[in-house]
Structure formats: C-alpha cells, structure tokens
C-alpha cells in the first residue's frame, strides 16, 4: 500500500533554531516528492519538489534532501522564523497512473515560540 | 504572479441543501484537481480536468459533480449537503506539460453544513 509518514507528528522550537523534519515513503512506482508548507486553513504552498535523481533542493531556509534507495526524505529549516509557524506535508506522487494521485502525509505542524 | 483563485473562501449551508464551489486556475495551466480536508485530516483526492474533460475521479461522492470549463475554471457542485461534508475544499491546478506537472493549490473554500 502506498503510504506516506511523517515524524514528529508536532514540534516546537524557539525562533532562531534549526529543525528537521522526517518523511518516509513506501510509494511505488516513485515519480517525485514534494515538501508543502500549509498555514492554518490556507492551501499548500509549494516549497520542493525532487526526483530520484535529485539528493538536496534549497529554497531559502528550506533545504530538502531525498535518499530515493531508503525512501526517505527530509526537510531542514535554518534560523526558524515565527512565520514558519505551519504545518509541512510530504506529498509523493505515484509515477504514471493518474494525474490526482499524490499520496499526502499527515504533516508534522511545528510551532516556533519567540 | 497570479495563484489559484477560489469563490467562496466561506460558505455556510444547512443540511440537504445544494453548494457550488468555483476555482480559477493559475492562467494557461490547463488541468484543475479538487481535493476535500477534514479537520485534521490530508487532503483527499475528489476528481480533476485535464483540457475540459474529467481525467481522473478519487473519492467523489455521487452527490458531488464538477466540470470545468471552456475558460478553464472549474465548479464543483455538491447537492444534498450532509454534516460530513463540512471541511475545507482546495482546488489546485497545473500545465500537464510543465516539468513535473507541480500543482499550485489554491487558498481553499471552507464549507461549514449545519
């Protein structure tokens, strides 16, 4: 079954920190993946997205890595700001197949405290 | 640069009545995707158009249609409205032949069934 886990499921760090952020998927055929930020209410906002071909992907504070052998990706944010405050999906589209079929994780909401 | 536009962001309706709701996609993307977020839930994958004809259908419920249309703005229409239904419906689109085929998500339309 394609799955998609996240951990921690919720984080709390102080502004200013660094964290990091865990997917591991069990998708196959693998096409990409993608790191989304989602404020409270708000559609996702797109932050990476990679293929297997791709290992790390920045976006400002935001680097992404991908190790497409164990499945396994991971999102780091660098000097936390209060606005990261939100919760960060990774999302893993199946290759081929049809155009609606990303497979979502629950998200890890992290909260940054001043 | 112009987003997913999406009318309304609120909607409140009474149990058994009819809802639509309109997404206007980012221009010249030419395939729109509906997804539905419970409370706390991941999106889930309703239905999407590629080119005006349905491409894929997720889990739409029978009660709900869509279509898009020539402009490429899609509707979905959601009649006999149960207290289920109250969540928070993010319609996002691509251009099929864009590399990766990223969707942008739109800010959402909160459905509230009372």
């Known amino acids: 079954k394609n799955q998609v886990e996240q951990s921690p499921q919720s984080l709390i760090i102080l502004e200013g920190k660094n964290c990091t952020l865990q997917c591991n998927y069990t998708v196959s055929p693998f096409s990409n993946l993608r790191w989304y930020k989602q404020d409270t209410g708000r559609g996702p906002v797109s932050l990476t997205i990679m293929t297997f071909s791709e290992n790390t992907k920045s976006n400002g504070r935001y680097t992404a890595t991908l190790d497409a052998d164990t499945k396994q990706s991971s999102l780091h944010i660098t000097a936390s700001q209060l606005s990261d405050s939100a919760s960060y999906i990774c999302v893993v589209r199946v290759y081929g197949g049809s155009q609606g079929n990303l497979i979502f994780g629950k998200g890890t909401k992290l909260s940054v405290k001043p | ?114």
């Not at chain 2, 080119?51 to 898009?68: L, N, W």
């Not at chain 2, 689109?93 to 009372?114: C, D, H, I, W």
């Open chain 2, 1 to 114: 640069a112009a987003g997913v536009i999406q009318s309304p962001r609120h909607l409140i309706k009474e149990k058994r009545e009819t809802a639509t709701l309109k997404c206007y996609p980012i221009p010249r993307h030419d395939t729109v995707y509906w997804y539905q977020q419970g409370p706390g839930q991941d999106p889930q994958f309703l239905i999407s158009f590629y080119e005006k004809m349905q491409s894929d259908k997720g889990s739409i419920p029978d009660r709900f249609s869509a279509q898009q249309f020539s402009d490429y703005h899609s509707e979905l229409n959601m009649s006999s409205l149960e207290l289920g239904d109250s969540a928070l419906y993010f319609c996002a689109s691509s251009l099929m032949l864009a590399s990766y085929n990223e969707q942008f998500f739109g800010p959402g339309t909160r459905l509230t069934v009372l």
